[in-house]
């Protein structure tokens, strides 16, 4: 069966106005659900969507040239423009530069406190003001410098202030990015668990807005992490599949940044596939056009590092004296590749070191994060140094932390061993667990399918007794309609008859008398001429109230009360508030209505008094007819086929828009209409 067509019918039978609205409500609610979907659907869409590039002016143009970042009047520039937007309170181009400017210091690696402070002093006075992506954009770049300047809790801090809900393709991506730089603020923090959560959460964002280059970037860092956990296997997996992914795209780049934590995986792991890695990526770095001084500086780091462990030390030292100059403007990570490849030459040459002070530094934080191989390193050099300056303390704690690094680092193949059985294991407990939960579920799903076949064989119960019932009313008002069909047609001849009988009987006798007593007494003959005028009044008020068009409702009601007084031993008390609102045709309707009630009350009630009221409010006409009689079953006498008096007012009470609601006990009974008044 057509589905519209059984709703059809379920509506069409429903007698309560309840049940139409709420099924009416279902379907506006449900209407409002597609149009809400079809909205989230259009505004995902936008997230994901990339914009066109955004256009800047020459001044924004010119802070977003990393080429002009080291320029003696960069900083000066952007300050002079900066506080120019704040006086003319432009607050969301200020913000703009703000944001652009410190994702160039960011694409530099470089750390500028009185840069940040700016920053965070415009967002205290103007956050609210400006854009969603400003704002976001200009906490991202604060969370990505204190990480270039290694400070990884503030990093954090900041890097999660720039997540705010997406709007559009620019928050959601700034979002994302957040995301990954999260990966390496919080590993650098300890917080491993964390970083594989960030990890997994921008790689979904990623994959949503189809960039594949930064897919392939946090397949990398999800790589560092099993890299710090000594995990190699697992690390590499994830180093091919972003590898992988670069074949799609041209982005050298992230290429760049991927083959830089590849080399430090085969450093830590002590690969021969290192040295050739080393060449192959200093060449792409050689032929990239878009390299900057931190790209360059890691690279030539590591071109040294290979050049020391292959004995060229002269070559080693020219490379290392052409990066000392630019020592200053990389970052943490840039250093460290740095003074690993110092500290090798310098073990190398078998002198003191220099840079004693920066290995002294180190090597707490280096044990802290359990990166044993710098930490060997760094505490020989420190070793050696004490010894050449006779500090034999200090040589010997140096020494204790050689030990140290030693231990760790001949106990890293058990680890490893322990962790890839421990592996194994927690796959066979989880395989375990999957096959007890597919039981379950199962299980459930069969308990389901059994729920779901026996509601639908309520539901279909349910529909057939609907159906049936809806049926049964159908049939039962069919009935009701021909009995009033029928007895509207037998009382309009029965009324006919008593019209007939009453011109004959009354009107039509008292003519033949009158022309009788024509000769006789003029007297005689003038009662006579009264009584015919009275009989035809009252049969003519019977047919039609008598210039009911001209006087109106309210007169007319008061004549039809007082009459029925009069000539029955009954009271009838009146409240009438009406102004004259409906039209003559409606008027006459409800003095019908009125008519047949009494009627009826005066035949069959066996009551004493009875009270009409009608009042006209704002919105509707109110009508009530109640009286102290015996009462009746309405629903039993409405089914009965003889109440023709009833019918006669529930169709009367449509025809004028309203609705007769009939109530009786043996207290009496009440009639009420409520008819709604057109706007």
């Known amino acids: 069966m057509d589905f519209s067509y059984i709703c059809f019918q379920i509506t069409h039978s429903m007698k309560s106005a309840k049940q139409i609205k709420l099924l009416f409500s279902v379907f506006i609610i449900s209407v409002f659900i597609i149009i809400g979907c079809s909205k989230q659907e259009d505004s995902n869409n936008n997230l994901y969507k990339k914009p066109a590039e955004e256009k800047l002016d020459k001044y924004a143009m010119y802070l977003k040239n990393s080429a002009n970042f080291f320029k003696p009047n960069y900083m000066s520039f952007f300050n002079k423009r900066y506080n120019q937007l704040l006086k003319e309170n432009k607050m969301d181009a200020a913000a703009q530069i703000l944001w652009i400017t410190g994702t160039t210091l960011d694409k530099n690696y470089m750390y500028d406190s009185t840069f940040i402070q700016t920053n965070l002093r415009f967002l205290r006075k103007y956050e609210k003001q400006i854009a969603d992506r400003y704002r976001a954009g200009i906490y991202s770049n604060i969370g990505e410098i204190y990480y270039n300047a290694g400070q990884y809790d503030s990093a954090t801090v900041y890097l999660k202030k720039s997540l705010i809900k997406a709007k559009d393709y620019r928050t959601f991506d700034n979002n994302a990015f957040t995301k990954y730089m999260l990966i390496f603020s919080y590993l650098n923090s300890g917080k491993s668990e964390q970083s594989l959560a960030a990890g997994i959460q921008s790689l979904q964002m990623f994959d949503k807005l189809k960039d594949t280059s930064m897919q392939a970037a946090t397949y990398s860092g999800i790589a560092c992490i099993y890299r710090y956990q000594e995990d190699y296997p697992e690390a590499m997996k994830y180093e091919n599949k972003a590898f992988e992914l670069l074949k799609k795209t041209a982005d050298t780049n992230v290429l760049f940044v991927i083959s830089l934590n590849k080399i430090t995986m085969y450093n830590d792991m002590d690969d021969k596939r290192l040295f050739p890695f080393i060449d192959s990526t200093v060449a792409l770095c050689n032929a990239w056009s878009q390299k900057t001084i931190q790209d360059t500086f890691e690279i030539n780091s590591w071109l040294a590092f290979k050049l020391v462990a292959q004995n060229k030390l002269a070559e080693a030292k020219i490379i290392l004296d052409k990066l000392k100059p630019t020592l200053s403007k990389v970052n943490e990570v840039g250093k460290d590749y740095y003074f690993n490849a110092v500290s090798e030459y310098e073990i190398k040459l078998g002198k003191g070191s220099e840079n004693i002070d920066y290995y002294r530094k180190r090597t707490p934080e280096l044990k802290k994060n359990e990166d044993y191989l710098k930490f060997q390193l760094f505490s020989i050099i420190l070793y050696r140094d004490a010894l050449q300056k006779k500090d034999y303390k200090s040589a010997i704690k140096y020494l204790e932390q050689v030990q ?3 231990d760790s680092l001949s106990n890293k193949a058990l680890r490893i061993k322990t962790r890839e059985l421990d592996k194994k294991y927690q796959t066979e407990k989880k395989e375990q667990l999957i096959a007890v939960q597919s039981n379950e579920l199962k299980q459930k799903n069969t308990f389901i399918y059994a729920l779901i076949i026996s509601l ?5 119960a349910a529909l057939t007794y609907y159906l049936w019932q809806k049926q049964k009313v159908l049939i039962q008002d069919k009935t009701n309609n021909i009995n009033f069909t ?11 008859k008593r019209i007939a009988s009453d011109l004959h009987d009354s009107v039509s006798h008292d003519l033949l008398g009158l022309k009788t007593s024509l ?13 015919i005028i009275n009989d035809i009044r009252i049969i003519s008020r019977n047919l039609h109230p008598v210039m009911f068009d001209k ?18 031993d009954f009271m009838v008390s009146t409240d009438i508030n009406y102004s004259g609102s409906l039209s003559s045709a409606d008027e006459l309707q409800i003095y019908r209505i009125f008519q047949e009630a009494l009627t009826n009350i005066i035949k069959y009630a066996k009551a004493h008094a009875a009270k009409i009221t009608m009042k006209e409010m704002d919105d509707k006409i109110f009508i009530e007819i109640k009286d102290n009689g015996k009462g009746f079953d309405v629903k039993e006498t409405l089914n009965g086929g003889k109440s023709f008096g009833l019918h006669n007012i529930i169709e009367r009470s449509r025809a004028v828009g309203g609705e007769a609601n009939i109530k009786s006990s043996a207290e009496g009974t009440i009639i009420t209409i409520n008819i709604l008044q057109k706007s």
């Open 486 to 496: 029928k007895q509207l047609l037998e009382n309009t001849e029965t009324e006919r």
């Open 456 to 460: 639908i064989g309520l539901l279909l």
């Open 519 to 531: 000769a006789q007494d003029i007297h005689l003959v003038g009662g006579k001429i009264d009584t």
């Open 404 to 406: 140290i690094a030693n």
């Open 551 to 568: 006087i109106g409702l309210e007169p007319n009601l008061i004549q039809l009360v007082e009459r029925i007084q009069e000539q029955n």
